[in-house]
């Protein structure tokens, strides 16, 4: 790595190692075969303090900037690419939007249990006909007396079906007096609510350990004390959140690749053909350099990223590209980690098919690919 760490970021960076190597990487491959969720994992997750990693130590956090983070879900990317993604969302998105926009009251409500894993924090956005185009969501809260009435759809929730705080976005502007991105607000909502239904579980490519699902809002009633921030602001939220969850995608990204260099490095010194290890070819050496050199920048960038973001600086540049270029590095490091497997790398003996399913999704959540090229041109021409 070419980021030279600091005493607490190496201890962090042990912690987490040992943890993924120890309790995640071994059933891995079972979880991801069952589509299981395991609830131990967020529980440990929680002890270790990984799921309050950037919340001040008065909400049970461990107080930490941004690359520290960073560098421990990579870490955990590189053993359960689902357990990163439940653990990425959770410290990038829920949390951070609670602690930066909630009221006292909210955050002394929900954010020490979740810093210790006993919430688990989901992010619903998304909804069936409104994915890049986000700001078109049409599920609708309406005021009635101290509630408001939610109904209307979210799609692709991860950890929605287990999680204990859900921040969902919903139109408070009326059908005849639509106010496009500006009539969108956040809710806190908790599943003992009445309404509040799971709908559908996806059956996923990859990632499958990490639940991922459609909830249904009927009649859905929400304490007006659980809009958060102000009303109509929530889109601008989600954008500002979703800013700094890209660096998270990133790292979980940066994961998966280095996971698939190791295990290449691996077989490929072990694998014998032609009377010798396979990495004796060059064919094989110029694809484990490549994946190498490809690592090492998409995870330079992302740290840059997150330097910039503990510097208060704005990371929508930034974080748009290091998303995008970590996806695609683990999207094609995958691929290429398959391919020096060879056919053992296309049956589901070894692990390097899981990567190549879970690689995928990084190019599409938090953003497509696409979108990060149209975030980047854009910022371009500021
Ligand atoms: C496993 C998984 C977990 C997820 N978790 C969450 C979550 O926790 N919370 C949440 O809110 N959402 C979540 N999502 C949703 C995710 O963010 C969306 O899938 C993503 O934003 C893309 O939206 P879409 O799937 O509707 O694709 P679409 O927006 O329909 O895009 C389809 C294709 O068109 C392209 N496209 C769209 N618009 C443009 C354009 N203007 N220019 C060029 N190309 C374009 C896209 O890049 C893509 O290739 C998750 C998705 C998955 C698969």
Do not use: C
């Amino acid at each position: 790595m070419l980021t030279q760490l600091t005493d607490t970021q190496q201890e962090i960076v042990r912690a987490a190692r040992d943890f993924a190597q120890s309790e995640l990487a071994p059933l891995a491959g079972e979880r991801d075969r069952e589509s299981r969720f395991d609830p131990e994992v967020v529980r440990q997750l929680g002890e270790l303090g990984f799921l309050g990693m950037m919340l001040p130590e008065e909400y049970d956090g461990l107080g930490l900037d941004t690359l520290t983070y960073l560098l421990a879900l990579e870490e955990i990317a590189v053993a359960d690419a689902s357990t990163a993604v439940m653990m990425s969302v959770h410290n990038s998105l829920p949390t951070q939007m609670l602690l930066r926009w909630g009221t006292a009251a909210q955050k002394e409500q929900f954010l020490k249990p979740m810093a210790r894993g006993e919430l688990l924090g989901a992010f619903a956005l998304s909804e069936p006909e409104a994915g890049s185009d986000a700001s078109a969501l049409r599920a609708q809260a309406v005021r009635d007396g101290d509630h408001w009435v939610l109904n209307g759809t979210k799609a692709w929730v991860t950890s929605g079906s287990h999680a204990g705080v859900i921040v969902a976005m919903a139109r408070t502007d009326t059908p005849e007096q639509r106010r496009g991105s500006r009539g969108i607000s956040a809710f806190i909502l908790t599943p003992d609510l009445p309404g509040l239904r799971i709908s559908k579980k996806e059956d996923k490519m990859g990632l499958r350990a990490s639940p991922t699902v459609q909830l249904a809002f009927e009649d859905l009633r929400v304490p007006a004390d659980r809009l958060l921030g102000e009303e109509g602001q929530g889109f601008t939220y989600a954008m500002q959140s979703l800013d700094n969850g890209r660096l998270g995608i990133a790292a979980q990204a940066t994961g998966i690749a280095r996971a698939a260099l190791e295990y290449s490095l691996a077989y490929a010194d072990e694998r014998r053909q032609f009377g010798k290890a396979i990495r004796e070819f060059q064919a094989i050496q110029f694809k484990l350099a490549d994946m190498a050199t490809r690592i090492e920048a998409a995870r330079a960038v992302l740290h840059g990223a997150a330097a910039a973001k503990d510097r208060g600086e704005s990371t929508t540049l930034s974080g748009a590209m290091a998303k995008l270029l970590a996806s695609e590095t683990a999207m094609w490091a995958a691929t290429q980690a398959v391919q020096i497997y060879g056919g053992y790398g296309y049956v589901t003996d070894y692990p390097v098919e899981r990567l190549f399913r879970d690689a995928k999704v990084t190019e599409i959540y938090e953003g497509t690919s696409e979108v990060q090229r149209i975030v980047i041109a854009r910022e371009l021409y500021r």
